[in-house]
Structures are given as C-alpha cells and as structure tokens.
C-alpha cells in the first residue's frame, strides 16, 4: 500500500519519526534481550555456586553414608527459594537421596513442569562418587523478565512521544522557510509582480536558495523590461516574416515563379474574370525537351541556372497580367487571359517557342534549349483547374509524341493516344509476367557467301484486347515510365535462348537487339547480358546489341564505359542508323564497334541519287579501311541487292528477303530459303521472300 503525503513537513516528519523509532526499537530490543540474559545467567550462577557449595559440603556424609547429616545438609538449600527439590545420586544400589524443599510444588515435580534440571558432580580426592541434582522453578525469573519487558515498553513509549515532539518543533523550523518561499512565489505568481523578495533566510542551503530565488526575481523584472523594449521591433520582424512565409509558401524557391499554391488561388479569380468579360483564357503547360539529359550530364547548378534563365524568357515574353508559373522539374504552367480572337492560343504558343529559340549562355556553355507546349482553352475543353490542365497535358505529350519543340492545342482526338499510353503502362509489367511480349526476327543475309548470316530480333506485343501491337505503339511509353528495362531484359533472354537453340540444331545465327538509351545510364545492363548468356549457355560471339548515337550523347563517359564492358563479354556491338546523326564518325574512330547498320533513308535513294550513292560508297571505304562489317537496312528490291554488292556491300537485311516474322514463320522461310544462281558478273543473285 503506497501512503502519500500531502506536502514536505508530513515527509519530513515521517521520515524523521520512522527513523527515530526504528532506532530506538532496535536499541530497546538490544536491551530487552541483554538484560533477559543477565537475569537467566545471574540465577544459574546463584545455583551453580550454592550446588558446589553442597558438594563439598555433603561429600564426607555421602562416602560414609550418613544419612542424617546428608538430609540435614541438603535441608539447608531450602534457603533458596527458587530450588523446588535436591537430590543425591550415587552409582549402583549405593547411598541415593531426595528431599523437597518446596512441598507447595510437589504436583509440578511429578509433572515436570516450568523446573529446569541443575546437576552438580560431588567429587573426593578428584574422584567422583555421586551426582547432585537440583530442580529449579522458573517463575522467579519469568517475574523478572516480565518486569523488564513492562519497564522497556513504557521507556519506548515515552522517548517516542518525546521524539514526535522534537520532530514536530524540527520539521517546523526547517520547512517553515520553505513555506514563505511558497508564499512568496505564489504571490509573484498571481500577482505578476517581481519587484517582490523574500527575507533573509540564514546562512543553510534555504537561504541561499532564497538568495538564489531573489536574483532570478531581480534578472526576470530586468528582462521584462527588455521584453518590453523590444516588443514592437520583434512585432515588425514577425510581420516581414508572415510576408516572407507567405511568399514562399505560393512562390517557388528557385524562380520566385507562382507556384501550385498560388496557381490555385488565382484560379478562380481568372475564371470569375473570363465568365464575366465573356472572354475566353488559355493554360499552357510546358515542359523543357531533353531537360534530364543536361541537368544529368552538367549538373544540377546548370540545371538550375537554366531553369532561371527560362522563367526571364517566359515572363519577357508575356503581359503583366498573365500567370506564369512553375509546377516542379522543367514543368511551367501560363494562365493567357482576354482570348478576344480564335487564333489567339496559337499566338501566346508561338511567341512562347520563340522565347527560347535563341541559343542560351549558362556558365559560359551554349545550350539550345527547346519545348514542348500544351494548350487547352476554357471553357471548351474543361472548366476547372484539374479538367484544363489534364487536357494541357495530354496535349503537352502529344507535341512530344510529334518530334518535340513544337505546341499542341487539346482536340477530343489526343484522348484516345492519352488512354492507350495509359493503357500501355498498366498493362505492360504484366504483359511481360504473361508471356504476351513476343519476338520476331528479320533476317540478316550476306549474299557473297549466299548464306543467311543472323537475324535482328524485334519485339510485339500481342495485347488480349487490343491485338498485336507494334514497337512504336507501347516502346516510348515504356521509356517513358521507366519499364523499358524490363521488356529489354525479357528480349535478350529470350533471344539468347533460342539462339543456342538454333546452334544446337546447327543453325550458326548471330542474333542482334535494340538496346534503348536508358540503359546507358548505369550499368546494369551489362549484368543483365552477362546473365542471359550465362543462364542460356550461348557463346558471346552469337550475340550483337544494336545502340545508335544518340545513345551516347545524353552521358557520353558513362556511356563509352558501358560500350567498354559489353565489348569484354565478347557481344558484337552494332551501330545502328549510320550517317543520319552528327557525330558517327567520331564513334567509329573512338568506340569497339564491329558492325555499322546503314540507315535505310541511305538505300531508299541509292538508284535514283548520285549524292546517295556517293555517301553509300563512302561510308563503304571507311568501313573497309577501319575493318568494320557493314549492314545495308531497308532492302526491298533486286536492283538494290545488286547495286549494294557491286559496292562490295554483302550484308543486307530488309522486306526484299523476308519482314520481320515470329518465329515459326521465320524458321520456315529460313528452311525452304535457297539462293538462284548466282549471275554471269558474279555481283549479285536474287532471292524469294520465302
């Protein structure tokens, strides 16, 4: 059971009453039981003593065997009251005696009861010839202890009520400083006043604990008076600071832009404004081409400085009363309002591509910046924030979709591209889980040796709902939520697998994939090569990646490094869509590749323009000096299979062999393909589509 207490002096009370008592029960207890023991030893003495005595006494009369003169003797004890009976005891049927000295006790003697048993040796000559023994009664003693006990409970009860008095004037001395302290700060506390003190208190650890109470009386009045000195300039500050707050929470830290925040607090406002001017007014959402790609390899301190750069242009290229915002990332939002003219969205969208148009200078660095812009107008195409800037939106990845840098103004049909790139990415992750991505193979052909070389391994996707779809249906949005790894890994281990197949049936095909750009950003896509080809046991050499140079741009360290390592695994590794880009001819000169694919744009003009034909037989010499082979895409007639290997072009790939086909399919034209003779001029032979 837990006693509680009310305030200190019941503490200290107690506390001085606990110990006290304690101590002075213990003390009582140590004289209770010494003093039992004096009694007890004291009497045991007393018979002990008269016993020796009589042994002295009585041992001539026992020898003799007097038994007048024994009795006479033992008579003698009854001077002792606490003796009750004595007796003589010899060995054998010798001289035994027993005399009652107390006969008022006879009963107890035959009971036995409350005597304690003395036993004494009577000894002539140090020879023992007989015993005394003596009962003795203990009531005598039990009187004294009694009066002891008696005695020390009164002693313990008085130094106990005494005690409680000196504790109580104890406690009151001690703790009555304390309560004027109480007192006091109970005063200073409802009064408020601290120009109040408390007395001297003496020279202990309460009096300097009120010494210590009165400076921080004397240091709180002071800093009150500080308080209040400075009260109107904390006031000011707090003030600039709610406005600071303010600002920051509807303005973005980096471009001092409106943010989402703000956007939505003038929103309404804006659509008050347009219902009552009858007035329509555009949102524009724009986001930076390529902006990941720059923040990635410079920096995000050149990403951020181009970000400001943007915003100056945006905000230069609009009127005071247009919103320009930024959402997050590369992402502004423009509110244009008084629409008084049906082309005015497209206006606001031209002036704003053309804000940016202009190469912008960032830490020294040229950088041409371009976007894509989505528009919607209210009320046609929503009213409400949500409606307008999701068809802004989808508007904003339609202009992407055509090539970037350009605007886009929402029309009903771009919701059906927004559904399916929807529908692509919540399909997609399990299309792969369910075996629905297939392959198919278009064959690489080396007509020199009339002998099928390898294949390029394609992707479809072959959709429960919307049937089979191809690449550019499902790829960019793919890129676009980051699934493409997924899909590219699910292709090459896939088309390593039945590349072994073909080897072991005999069928030495060299199969080649895409690999997208977003896997040369890191380097796992290495471990995923290096793991197909370890889980299907096909050798290296059976395997090419086909990347183009736009690969490369966005990081190219990382990149070339990552070109390095697949290049270890023994992968062949293939240019794809050489000549149409800026810098092939650099890669050639700096990367391990061993095949360049000649872009189809090239083969399409190859009979009817001499510039084509020029390039096509240039770029045939290079390969040849730097002993690369060379693939001619987009083959689709005789007359070019035969120009091509006139050139000494003896890859080609293209719809005049065979378009790409699943598998069952290609494994037939593949088993059923067989070259004609080959022609006087021994250039070219034709072939079947199989």
């Known amino acids: 059971m837990r006693i509680g207490f009310k305030n200190i002096k019941q503490k200290l009370l107690a506390m001085i009453m606990v110990g006290s008592l304690l101590g002075m029960l213990l003390l009582t207890l140590v004289f209770v039981i010494h003093a039992i023991s004096m009694l007890e030893e004291k009497r045991n003495h007393q018979i002990s003593t008269e016993l ?62 409350s005597l304690e048993l003395f036993i004494y040796p009577i000894v002539v000559d140090d020879e023992q010839i007989g015993l005394l023994k003596a009962h003795a009664d203990n009531e005598s003693l039990q009187s004294q202890i009694a009066v002891t006990l008696t005695t020390s409970v009164f002693i313990f009860l008085f130094i106990s009520a005494l005690i409680y008095l000196l504790s109580f004037r104890l ?72 406005d600071e707050f303010r600002h920051r929470a509807f303005h973005d830290v980096l471009t001092g832009l409106p943010n989402r925040a703000l956007l939505a607090e003038r929103f309404g406002s804006v659509v008050a404004h347009s219902k009552r001017t009858q007035e ?44 320009v915002c930024r959402l997050g990332g590369d992402e502004f939002l423009i509110l244009a309002e008084g629409f008084k003219e049906a082309d005015s969205a497209h206006r606001v969208a031209e002036k704003l591509l053309s804000s940016v148009s202009e190469v912008m200078m960032v830490k020294g660095k040229r950088l041409d910046v371009k976007m894509s812009i989505g528009a919607a107008i209210f009320p046609m195409h929503g009213d409400s924030l949500t409606s307008l800037k999701r068809a802004a939106d989808i508007a904003m990845y339609a202009a992407k979709e055509a090539g970037k840098n350009q605007y886009k103004i929402f029309h009903s049909d771009m919701e059906a591209t927004a559904k399916h790139r929807l529908m692509v990415q919540n399909d997609l992750r399990s299309a ?133 390592e697949i290049k270890e695994l023994g992968i062949k590794i293939s240019l794809d869509d050489f000549g149409v880009g800026y810098s092939s001819l650099n890669y050639l000169r700096t990367l391990p590749f061993d095949v360049v694919k000649l872009d189809k744009s090239f083969i399409s003009g190859i009979l009817t323009s001499p510039q084509d034909q020029r390039l096509t037989e240039g770029i045939m010499n290079l390969a040849v000096s730097l002993e690369l082979d060379v693939v001619a895409e987009g083959v689709e007639n005789e007359a070019q299979v035969d120009y091509l290997q006139g050139i000494n072009c003896r890859l080609q790939q293209g719809y005049y062999f065979l378009p790409p086909r699943p598998k069952a399919e290609f494994e037939s034209w593949l088993a059923g393909w067989q070259p004609a003779e080959a022609p006087k001029r021994n250039l070219l032979f034709p072939f079947g589509r199989g």
């Open 171 to 242: 406690q009151s001395f001690i703790t009555r400083p304390i309560s004027e302290l109480i007192g006091l700060s109970n005063k200073v506390t409802d009064e408020g006043d601290y120009s109040l003190r408390a007395p001297y208190l003496g020279n202990d650890e309460i009096g300097a604990l009120a010494e210590d109470f009165n400076r921080m009386l004397e240091q709180i009045e002071q800093r009150d008076l500080m308080l209040e000195k400075t009260v109107q300039q904390r006031t000011a500050e707090l003030e600039k600071l709610a």
């Open 432 to 564: 792969i889980k369910q075996g629905e991505l297939v392959l198919y193979y278009q064959p690489q052909v080396d007509v020199r040796k009339r002998e099928v070389y390898g294949c390029e391994v394609l992707v479809r996707w072959r959709h429960p709902k919307h049937g089979l779809l191809a690449p550019d249906l499902f790829i960019p949005h793919a890129e676009e939520s980051g699934l493409i790894p997924l899909i590219d890994y699910h292709v090459i281990e896939e088309a390593c697998r039945q590349a072994k197949a073909w080897l072991d049936e005999g069928r030495n095909l060299v199969v080649s994939v895409n690999l997208s750009g977003l896997h040369f950003r890191d380097h796992k896509v290495v471990q995923a090569l290096k793991h197909a080809l370890d889980v299907t046991q096909l050798p290296a050499e059976y395997l090419a990646v086909e990347l183009t140079e736009a690969v490369l741009i966005s990081d190219s360290d990382l990149a070339i490094q990552v070109v390095g």
């Open 280 to 323: 329509p007014f555009g949102l524009f959402l724009i986001d930076l081409d390529n902006f990941k790609n720059i923040n990635d390899t410079l920096g995000h301190e050149f990403g951020d400085e181009l970000l400001k750069l943007t915003s100056s242009r945006l905000l230069a290229a609009l009127r005071d009363e247009d919103l």
């Open 52 to 113: 020796g005595i009589l042994s002295t006494n009585i041992a001539a009369s026992v020898m003799f065997q007097d038994e007048t003169s024994a009795r006479e003797l033992l008579r003698g004890m009854a001077v002792d009251e606490d003796i009750v009976q004595v007796a003589v005891d010899t060995p054998g049927d010798g001289f035994d005696l027993e005399e009652v000295l107390q006969p008022q006790f006879s009963e107890r003697i035959v009971g036995n009861e």
